[in-house]
């Protein structure tokens, strides 16, 4: 604890500075690679966990203050304690000391007293302040921003909570099972003879009882199963792919759906991205699998950047978005993202899709995929798409009644957005 609480304060102060929770991890390991493995998940946990929770944290907080902190290191500091306090088993009168430490580790010497005095306050006023929470702010009740509350009721009336509550809880753990290597049920029986609890989830899904590293999943480094959420895994079933066809995954990385399209059938896939040091995780997941692609640099919105002219008969269009579908997986979203930001992605998407669209042939088909909850990024934006595209149709998903599917997370996946489109 004694390593991980400063870490853990100074990970969560970068981020309400505006940096990728992943990005701010990554770098803290490379800096730190003396970390243990259980010093590196606790400092995980810290921070995913301060992050996720931070609506009732600050609400706690600014109970226990008088005036608000104007120290954003002390601050962090001290939700970071609170999160053990109230979320962990740690020990108290442990939680209390180290951060009084932490401070001199943080320069913050003078904060001493301060903390000192906000957490035992905490302690002895525990049950009264857990009881208040969310009382007076919505955002202390959901832990979501408030614009985001505002605008997930008024798009689902009916499931508002429920989804608010989901991108709260831990994420559950899915595997896809590489059908040309091995059958569901085979690889069931090796989790059982592992001692791994699991469940079959979808047509190649296995749902982990808990979560665990890949280093311990029977088969992983020989390419037997890939990790990837239930949701995700429709992709590519959906994009109806058969053998011998061109296929284009735009927005290719980290690379799962691009693995599962080449799982399925002998296509000829090419894997793009933007980001070349993403792109590499692409290679990466595919050397494993022992999948041929060709993975190419470019942006999906400048085809003349990377295309050679000639058409594709399935193109997967998985758009940059907001990401309110996974923010469980990513909790620093939620604090990261502002409103005004649905809609820059929503342009975005429009100008991927219109520029793709050029590269798939007549007859052709396009799946349109967001990790969104948010109706600007899914159905109003394939309505806008087809307004303009006489050519453009929108089709029933294949195995399912809906012309358009809306995922919201639950327990078995996170929440997706899929349509289908061909064109005529």
């Keep these: 604890m004694r390593d991980a609480q400063p870490l853990a304060s100074a990970t969560v102060a970068q981020v309400f500075a505006g940096r990728n929770l992943n990005q701010v991890l990554q770098t803290t390991f490379e800096r730190n690679p003396k970390l243990t493995p259980q010093q590196r998940a606790l400092l995980q946990d810290l921070s995913y966990g301060t992050l996720r929770h931070y609506g009732p944290l600050q609400d706690i907080l600014a109970r226990l203050l008088q005036k608000p902190l104007k120290d954003e290191s002390v601050r962090c500091l001290l939700l970071v304690a609170l999160y053990q306090l109230v979320y962990t088993h740690a020990q108290p009168h442990a939680v209390v000391d180290h951060a009084v430490k932490t401070t001199q580790v943080l320069r913050k010497t003078s904060a001493k007293g301060l903390v000192n005095a906000v957490l035992r306050n905490f302690l002895r006023h525990r049950e009264h302040l857990l009881s208040g929470v969310g009382v007076a702010s919505e955002e202390g009740r959901f832990s979501h921003p408030q614009w985001w509350i505002d605008k ?5 009336p009916d499931a508002w909570e429920k989804i608010l509550e989901a991108g709260n809880q831990h994420p559950p ?14 690889y069931l029986q090796q989790l059982a003879e592992a001692g791994i609890g699991a469940q079959a989830v979808g047509v190649s899904g296995i749902l982990l009882e808990h979560p665990l590293g890949v280093d311990k999943l029977p088969g992983f480094s020989q390419g037997l199963v890939s990790v990837q959420d239930g949701g995700a895994q429709l992709a ?3 994009l109806d792919v058969r053998d011998g066809m061109r296929v284009l995954d735009a927005c290719a990385a980290p690379g ?9 059938a002998d296509v000829a896939l090419t894997a793009m991205d933007h980001d070349a040091s993403r792109l590499q995780k692409v290679e990466q997941n595919l050397s494993r699998l022992g999948l041929p692609a060709k993975c190419v640099v470019g942006d999906a919105a400048q085809p003349s950047q990377w295309w050679d002219g000639q058409t594709f008969q399935r193109i997967l269009a998985d758009v940059p978005c907001s990401a309110s579908g996974v923010v469980r997986r990513h909790p620093d979203i939620k604090w990261l993202r502002r409103e005004g930001d649905i809609a820059q992605f929503a342009e975005q998407q429009a100008h991927i899709l219109e520029a793709l669209w050029h590269c798939l042939e007549q007859g052709g088909k396009l799946l349109y995929v967001t990790c969104s909850v948010f109706a600007e990024e899914n159905h109003q934006q394939i309505k806008f798409f087809i307004s303009r595209h006489g050519d453009a149709r929108l089709l029933s998903l294949p195995g399912l009644a809906e012309q358009d599917l809306q995922l919201l997370p639950d327990r078995e996946h996170d929440g997706f957005y899929y349509a289908l489109l061909a064109k005529i």
């Excluded at 997930?152 to 689902?156: K, L």
């Excluded at 753990?173 to 085979?186: E, F, P």
């Excluded at 759906?257 to 399925?264: I, S």
């Design 256 to 264: 799962g759906k691009t693995a599962h399209l080449l799982e399925l």
């Design 236 to 238: 590519a079933s959906l």
């Design 152 to 156: 997930v009721r008024h798009e689902y």
């Design 173 to 186: 753990m899915t595997l896809r099972v590489n059908r040309r290597k091995i059958g569901v049920a085979a």
